[in-house]
């Protein structure tokens, strides 16, 4: 399954299409398929093991920073919205589905409530959504899972009349959010300390990959979020710090991405993978087809509707207030806010993933009593077909949404050039700094004369990157030539490492040697791959 979901995958971004997209359709006519098994997995595996990595890998990349200024949108949307969706969907839900309790309801709506981020992340990427909209859109898909699973534990609970550990609701959510983000710090806080101590780039590598996992479980064995753990680990292991060897940085920023892939592809085609599974548990339970159907369809559409209705009545109820009580700061209160249509982008950016089916899938087929769980075989249909719905349906429209809205910000460009400006400056005073203190006292183990001799060498050296830096973004017959020479010198990079392979393969050429000479150049190759790529962009 993984191998032909890389297959697909490798065809729809050859084509230029959307990956989930195509890889939900493809999973879904593939189900019907005489002689494909039916694939499924206990809820608990796919929560306790695709998720955690994915969550890590998108907080490693995810500035604190960044989350912490966007922190009021995102909580509103990562914890409001979801209990929101969770009340609208149940109440809508139990008064249309003959078939659901109230309880079992409120049970569907926090399955359906959490958006997977995945699918709008990758579209706002491609075509250049601000960087506050992506922030956004990236610190809610780390918290409403949190959410979203504290509410449905809660909802199956009152309806089976399984005794949580802590009756209070609200002291329950607390404890979550508290449990999750103490074993997440004190985890990453006790790999940090050993990655300091083993300096070896493959074995703090794997302790980079096993925490994700680690948090996860722990948290959830003392009944903690287990998301809220996995994102404060990828918060405080993201942290850019001095004493992370280079080796390990590089070696990293290859294999979260990597993995990230492989996950997404399976999850994506799992979920299309289960379409004639649900039609048969709907049909095993004796109920309609073509009414669960329909109800869903209607759910779907409530779900699609409540987020941009909430979005717009709660921009719209700030900014009553905020006119009401007539800030002196007003001006300078709206500039920070979002346009609206920068609110409509993420208004539609809601598709649901496989959080929502592995929540279905967890709904306990009996109560506590004994009796049959109300609904159970409506729950996942209506999951189903509100996670493939929305992907298919806001996935298909959003890129043409943020194409003909231009939700571009004008500062943003300019601030990111001002940041650079201040980079470029910080380099070079701290570049004179070392290079003069290297002058005045020597370098340990090295005559002064020898230092003296280099030392020039380094300070050309190190000037004229930065003044390559500086100049590229001005003069586009420099940028044009700056990238002429890194054509120019990864072509040869390549031309190198083709004849020392073939060198090898004549058996000229130890492969052990061959393996240690490549390491150098492949290094140098990507570094000039890189400022190939960021110059077409």
Request: charged fraction near 20%.
């Given at each position: 399954?993984?191998i032909?979901?890389?297959a697909?995958?490798?065809f729809?971004k050859?084509?230029?299409?959307q990956?989930?997209?195509?890889l939900v359709t493809?999973?879904?006519i593939a189900?019907?398929?005489?002689?494909?098994?039916?694939?499924?997995?206990?809820?608990?595996?796919i929560l306790?093991?695709?998720?955690?990595p994915?969550l890590y890998?998108?907080?490693?990349?995810f500035s604190?920073?960044?989350?912490?200024?966007?922190l009021?949108?995102?909580?509103?949307?990562?914890?409001?919205?979801?209990?929101v969706?969770?009340?609208?969907?149940?109440?809508?839900?139990?008064?249309?589905?003959?078939?659901?309790t109230l309880?079992?309801a409120?049970?569907?709506?926090?399955v359906?409530?959490?958006?997977?981020?995945?699918?709008?992340?990758?579209?706002?990427r491609?075509?250049?959504l601000?960087?506050?909209?992506m922030?956004i859109?990236?610190g809610?898909?780390?918290?409403?899972d949190?959410?979203?699973?504290t509410?449905?534990t809660?909802?199956?609970?009152?309806?089976?009349?399984?005794k949580?550990?802590?009756?209070?609701?609200?002291?329950f959510?607390?404890?979550?959010i508290?449990?999750g983000v103490?074993?997440?710090?004190?985890?990453?806080?006790?790999?940090?300390?050993?990655?300091?101590r083993?300096?070896?780039s493959?074995?703090?590598?794997?302790?980079?990959?096993?925490?994700?996992?680690?948090?996860?479980?722990?948290?959830?064995?003392?009944?903690?979020s287990?998301?809220?753990?996995v994102v404060?680990a990828g918060?405080?292991?993201g942290?850019?710090?001095?004493?992370v060897?280079?080796t390990t940085?590089?070696q990293?920023?290859?294999?979260?991405?990597?993995?990230?892939?492989?996950?997404?592809?399976?999850?994506?085609?799992?979920?299309g993978l289960q379409?004639k599974?649900v039609?048969r548990e709907?049909e095993?339970?004796?109920?309609?087809?073509?009414?669960?159907f329909?109800?869903?369809?209607l759910?779907?559409?409530?779900v699609i509707a409540v987020?941009?209705?909430?979005?717009f009545v709660?921009?719209?109820?700030?900014?009553?207030?905020?006119?009401?009580?007539?800030?002196?700061n007003?001006e300078?209160?709206?500039?920070?806010?979002?346009t609206?249509?920068?609110?409509?982008?993420?208004?539609?950016?809601?598709m649901r993933?496989?959080?929502?089916?592995?929540?279905a899938?967890?709904?306990?087929l009996?109560?506590?009593?004994?009796?049959v769980?109300p609904g159970?075989?409506?729950?996942?249909?209506?999951?189903?077909?509100?996670?493939v719905?929305t992907?298919l349906?806001?996935?298909?429209?959003?890129?043409?949404?943020?194409?003909r809205?231009?939700?571009?910000?004008?500062?943003e460009?300019?601030?990111t050039?001002?940041?650079?400006?201040?980079?470029?400056a910080?380099?070079?005073?701290?570049?004179?700094s070392c290079?003069?203190?290297?002058?005045?006292?020597?370098?340990?183990?090295?005559?002064?004369?020898?230092?003296?001799?280099?030392?020039e060498?380094?300070r050309?050296?190190?000037?004229a990157?930065?003044?390559?830096?500086?100049?590229?973004d001005?003069?586009?017959r420099?940028?044009?030539?700056?990238?002429?020479?890194d054509?120019?010198r990864?072509?040869?990079l390549?031309a190198q490492?083709?004849?020392?392979?073939k060198a090898r393969?004549s058996?000229?050429?130890?492969?052990?040697v061959l393996r240690?000479?490549?390491?150098g150049?492949?290094?140098?190759?990507?570094?000039?791959?890189?400022?190939?790529e960021?110059?077409?962009r």
């Amino acid at each position: 399954m993984v191998i032909a979901a890389v297959a697909v995958a490798g065809f729809a971004k050859r084509l230029d299409l959307q990956v989930p997209l195509v890889l939900v359709t493809v999973g879904s006519i593939a189900s019907f398929i005489p002689g494909v098994p039916h694939v499924t997995l206990a809820p608990e595996l796919i929560l306790g093991v695709v998720l955690p990595p994915l969550l890590y890998s998108a907080a490693l990349d995810f500035s604190f920073v960044s989350f912490r200024k966007n922190l009021g949108h995102i909580l509103r949307l990562g914890i409001v919205m979801v209990v929101v969706t969770t009340l609208a969907v149940g109440y809508f839900a139990n008064w249309l589905v003959p078939e659901l309790t109230l309880g079992a309801a409120l049970v569907l709506g926090a399955v359906v409530a959490p958006p997977d981020a995945v699918a709008a992340v990758a579209v706002g990427r491609k075509l250049g959504l601000p960087s506050r909209m992506m922030a956004i859109l990236t610190g809610e898909s780390l918290v409403n899972d949190a959410a979203a699973l504290t509410l449905f534990t809660l909802a199956v609970a009152s309806v089976t009349g399984k005794k949580i550990a802590i009756d209070s609701p609200v002291l329950f959510f607390l404890y979550e959010i508290v449990g999750g983000v103490l074993v997440g710090l004190i985890l990453s806080r006790v790999v940090r300390f050993v990655r300091s101590r083993i300096q070896d780039s493959a074995l703090e590598t794997v302790l980079g990959l096993v925490l994700p996992f680690t948090a996860y479980l722990a948290a959830e064995e003392i009944h903690a979020s287990g998301v809220l753990a996995v994102v404060t680990a990828g918060f405080v292991l993201g942290r850019v710090t001095a004493d992370v060897p280079v080796t390990t940085r590089i070696q990293e920023r290859q294999v979260w991405p990597t993995l990230d892939l492989l996950l997404e592809a399976f999850v994506f085609a799992y979920m299309g993978l289960q379409l004639k599974s649900v039609i048969r548990e709907v049909e095993r339970n004796g109920l309609p087809v073509l009414h669960i159907f329909a109800y869903a369809l209607l759910i779907l559409v409530v779900v699609i509707a409540v987020r941009p209705a909430w979005i717009f009545v709660n921009t719209g109820r700030r900014t009553v207030v905020r006119k009401a009580l007539r800030r002196s700061n007003s001006e300078k209160t709206d500039a920070l806010g979002l346009t609206w249509k920068q609110n409509l982008v993420l208004s539609w950016a809601g598709m649901r993933g496989v959080v929502t089916l592995a929540a279905a899938s967890g709904v306990p087929l009996a109560t506590v009593a004994g009796d049959v769980f109300p609904g159970r075989a409506v729950i996942q249909a209506v999951a189903f077909v509100v996670a493939v719905g929305t992907l298919l349906i806001q996935g298909l429209t959003l890129p043409l949404l943020i194409r003909r809205l231009d939700v571009a910000d004008p500062l943003e460009q300019q601030q990111t050039d001002e940041q650079h400006t201040l980079a470029r400056a910080i380099s070079r005073s701290a570049a004179e700094s070392c290079l003069t203190d290297a002058a005045a006292h020597g370098v340990p183990g090295a005559s002064k004369e020898a230092v003296d001799a280099v030392l020039e060498r380094v300070r050309r050296s190190v000037r004229a990157r930065l003044d390559a830096e500086e100049t590229e973004d001005k003069e586009e017959r420099i940028a044009a030539a700056g990238a002429l020479f890194d054509t120019l010198r990864r072509n040869v990079l390549v031309a190198q490492r083709n004849a020392l392979v073939k060198a090898r393969d004549s058996g000229e050429l130890d492969d052990e040697v061959l393996r240690e000479i490549l390491d150098g150049l492949d290094v140098e190759e990507a570094a000039a791959q890189a400022r190939i790529e960021r110059r077409i962009r």
